[in-house]
């Protein structure tokens, strides 16, 4: 090592980290350190990346120690790999601080610390962040397209989008994943067409990731003509391309089509995953094909077992229940290799409330409630097996269990796009901007109906009388 300078150590450990070899890359640091070699702010960048990648932020901590005291940790090159460190291994608090304690920050900088908090969901503090950057790239713009898409602000996504392309910024291939994902969450159809000849524009021919996106992008929005049609112009598939068409048709209880594209998937050489597998069940249970689900689950449990996932079981039991077959599911849920948690207990109950099997019913919400007491979403769902039952005063006893244990039922929500736009609405909604207007409509409809219900009655009086 005493022959070595500063940059030759750096370039040795940059090549350990290059061929994935970090270990090696820290201990070559420890013992440059040794030497009395003086790293310099890439040694620091690259050791802090190794230490990230091997998440020990021990170590990560040590090596901030080391920087600050050599007087480097405030270089921007090493304050925005400290800063990735702490986002990925620790706190966003001492994250903030690496980035506080960063002389001119740059674009990475703030884009990692963006990243954080989309991570996060701290959804207001990574727009704070965008809109003080002295500069962006598509790299930050696409954090912010990507992490609204991840964390459910899907028209925020979107508009961030637009907003990208009226800056002048071209997105990637890595941009087009993430925004068609929020129009697909949206069921904007509309945009996300603008949005897939915005991708023939800027990218040329599509590669295999993007789509994909396309794929699952129309089998949500419910045009399987359109999903099938960029699978079949797709070059190069994979998994991902198969699963996307097997889980749209069954998102769209298209379950026989899904059956026969699995055979067709099969006859193309493809194997088929775990995804694979549970988007044949759930296809099977939307069209209510019970038995050919349960033959596909137990071909599975024979010949993949490691394919078969907490989920697989969990759908399973939802087909057994959805069908009425009560026994069966109970059975099911009893041979498990594990204790079902509460989504089986709630499959169960949406079951139980289909065909109003009170008694079991009941037995699924208490072991709900025994594994989560606070669940709301049990208590409604029990609350409309009672309705559809007849039983009001036991709907009327939940609901006052609920009140007084200060639970309150999340508002549906629904929207749709018109001419470009997506108007999204909420059970008591008052914040839309037509909010004046759709009320005024609503009263009209009302009345309207009233006095349909009115001449219907009349009618009906005046022929009863006639018969008579």
Not at 112 to 130: Q, S
Request: glycine share 8%; charged share 20%.
């Amino acid at each position: 090592m005493s022959d070595l300078t500063v940059e030759s150590a750096t370039a040795i450990i940059s090549g350990f980290a290059k061929r994935h070899c970090h270990e090696d890359a820290i201990y070559l640091f420890s013992r440059m350190l040794a030497s009395k070699i003086r790293p310099n702010e890439f040694t620091f960048g690259t050791v802090l990346h190794s230490s990230t990648v091997l998440g020990n932020v021990i170590v990560g901590r040590q090596l901030h120690a080391c920087a600050t005291k050599i007087g480097l940790a405030c270089h921007v090159f090493v304050g925005s790999a400290l800063v990735d460190l702490y986002v990925k291994l620790s706190t966003l608090e001492e994250a903030q601080k690496a980035f506080g304690d960063t002389q001119h920050p740059n674009v990475v900088s703030y884009t990692t610390l963006i990243c954080g908090y989309l991570k996060r969901r701290r959804f207001e503090d990574a727009l704070r962040v965008f809109h003080e950057m002295p500069e962006r790239n598509v790299v930050s713009w696409n954090a912010m397209v990507g992490g609204c898409s991840q964390t459910g602000h899907n028209e925020e996504a979107v508009k961030f989008f637009i907003d990208m392309l009226r800056e002048g910024f071209i997105p990637n291939e890595s941009t087009f994943p993430c925004v068609l994902c929020a129009s697909a969450n949206i069921a904007a159809i509309g945009i996300g067409r603008s949005f897939h000849a915005c991708a023939i524009k800027f990218l040329g021919k599509l590669n295999t990731f993007v789509g994909n996106s396309l794929i699952s992008f129309y089998a949500k929005c419910g045009s399987m003509e359109d999903s099938l049609l960029m699978f079949d112009k797709l070059l190069k598939r994979n998994i991902v391309s198969w699963n996307a068409v097997i889980c749209g048709y069954a998102q769209n209880g298209r379950g026989v089509e899904a059956v026969s594209f699995f055979k067709r998937m099969g006859s193309a050489g493809c194997k088929p995953n775990d995804i694979t597998l549970l988007g044949l069940l759930w296809a099977c249970n939307h069209a209510g094909l019970v038995d050919e689900g349960y033959s596909y689950f137990n071909k599975a449990r024979f010949e993949s077992p490691n394919l078969l996932k907490p989920e697989h079981y969990a759908c399973m039991v939802d087909l057994l229940a959805r069908s009425g077959r009560f026994t069966e599911a109970e059975s099911f849920l009893h041979s498990m290799p594990f204790d079902p948690g509460i989504g089986f207990w709630k499959a169960l109950l949406g079951g139980c409330q289909i065909h109003s099997n009170m008694e079991l019913g009941e037995l699924a919400a208490r072991k709900i409630l025994a594994l989560d007491p606070d669940d709301v979403s049990s208590y409604v769902m029990l609350s409309n097996a009672h309705s559809a039952a007849g039983r009001w005063s036991d709907v009327s006893t939940l609901r006052t269990e609920m009140k007084e244990k200060g639970m309150k039922r999340i508002p549906g929500c629904s929207w749709i796009e018109v001419r470009g736009k997506v108007h999204s609405f909420r059970t008591a909604d008052q914040n839309h901007d037509k909010n004046d207007e759709i009320y005024v409509l609503l009263r009209i409809f009302f009345e309207q109906l009233r006095e349909n219900e009115a001449s219907i009655c009349s009618t009906f009086i005046a022929i009863s009388a006639q018969h008579k």
